[in-house]
């Protein structure tokens, strides 16, 4: 349904008794608590698993560059500019840390790189809206990285070990973006009738699709029951999408504005907010490639590539060059 059914090889999860004596062990050291590293045998439906998830998770970081890019240009002051320039570089370099850990996997970049530009995965469906305000890069800030720690933080402690310490620098990263899009949000929210304005429009655009980005609801997850087993996931997607409920209606509270939904409300026996239906069909169909922004956000990764051309031959002919001029003083010498 959402999947784009990469096949990971695995159909039902398997108990310890029904597994290879290879596979048992493996499970006993994950069950134990001990990282997997790069070196490690793993079952292929493991590495599979991490390859989809990692390189989905490093093509996020830089799709998720589009949105906010749009308004570097545009931003109202030059602090505000310079921050949003580092945010927006952070969010390269975690790209880059998660290509290298789906490299230790044994793909390289440029195989799952043009996975991403010929449209054959996915990257996460937030980044396929479009940022029309200034509010909005306050409330992705706010939102989306928010929306990314709540994800991620668990991530640091799965079970393999290149994705668990990328996620650490990762999130450090994440937090101060969160706070910076909180601090324009709120900048907003205590100023004009026209700026309140824009960060509750803001909002309002913004929530369902942040509660998206935490993927399908438990029972139609078609991944989870097997990455929990293998404590690639913590954390189930429902259970991670209340915490993030939880968390962020106070601070829109705080802010003085509305969360766009009349059903969301306090509830003291579960200590939880309930909240309305959020819309699947929606997910569905920004997932298939029909969101607002998909097909500009490929264009423009496209377009970006090709531009890159010339500077990629030029760095392969002055490496190639320097190692002739090596090989040739070596054979001097
Ligand atoms: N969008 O069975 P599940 C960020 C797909 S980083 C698109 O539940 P799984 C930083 C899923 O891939 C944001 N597709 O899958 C930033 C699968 O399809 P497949 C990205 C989605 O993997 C901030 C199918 O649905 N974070 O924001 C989405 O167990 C600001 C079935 O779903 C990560 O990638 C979605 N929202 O759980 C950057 C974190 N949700 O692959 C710039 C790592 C689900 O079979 C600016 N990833 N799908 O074709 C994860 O934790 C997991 O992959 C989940 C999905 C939780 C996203």
Redesign the pocket.
């Known amino acids: 349904m959402?999947?784009?059914?990469?096949d990971t090889g695995m159909k039902r999860v398997q108990g310890l008794d029904e597994m290879s004596a290879e596979e048992r062990t493996f499970q006993e050291r994950i069950d134990a608590g001990i990282k997997i590293e790069a070196k490690d045998w793993m079952p292929d439906g493991y590495r599979r698993t991490l390859v989809?998830?990692i390189s989905?998770?490093a093509h996020?970081?830089i799709v998720?560059?589009l949105?906010?890019g749009n308004w570097v240009t545009r931003a109202p002051t030059l602090k505000r500019k310079a921050i949003l320039l580092a945010k927006i570089q952070d969010?390269a370099g975690?790209g880059l840390y998660l290509y290298s850990a789906a490299e230790t996997l044994g793909v390289t970049r440029d195989q799952v790189y043009g996975d991403l530009l010929s449209g054959k995965?996915?990257?996460?469906?937030?980044?396929n809206y479009p940022t029309t305000s200034w509010a909005d890069i306050g409330t992705?800030?706010w939102l989306?990285?928010g929306?990314?720690i709540m994800?991620?933080i668990p991530?640091c402690r799965c079970s393999y070990g290149p994705y668990a310490r990328a996620m650490v620098r990762v999130c450090k990263e994440?937090s101060f973006?969160q706070r910076q899009g909180y601090d324009i949000v709120m900048a907003l929210a205590c100023g004009t009738i026209e700026q309140r304005r824009m960060a509750q429009d803001a909002l309002n655009r913004w929530w369902w699709p942040a509660l998206?980005?935490?993927?399908?609801p438990d029972g139609d997850?078609?991944?989870?029951a097997q990455?929990a087993q293998w404590k690639i996931?913590l954390l189930s997607?429902d259970e991670?999408r209340q915490k993030f409920v939880d968390q962020t209606v106070p601070q829109a509270e705080y802010l003085g504005l509305t969360v766009p939904d009349p059903e969301l409300k306090w509830n003291e026996d579960t200590g939880h907010y309930d909240f309305g239906a959020i819309d699947w069909q929606e997910?569905r169909d920004?997932?298939a490639g029909n969101g607002p922004c998909n097909r500009d956000r490929l264009r423009t990764r496209v377009q970006a590539w090709d531009d890159g051309a010339w500077f990629r031959d030029g760095l392969l002919a002055h490496a190639q060059k320097r190692a002739q001029a090596q090989a040739a003083a070596a054979r001097a010498a």
């Open positions: 959402y999947a784009q059914m990469i989809r998830q989905q998770h996020s970081e998720g560059q949105p906010e969010e975690h995965v996915k990257y996460s469906s937030i980044f992705i800030g989306v990285d929306a990314a994800n991620q991530l994440e973006h998206m980005m935490f993927g399908p997850s078609v991944h989870s990455s996931k997607n991670l997910f920004v997932v």
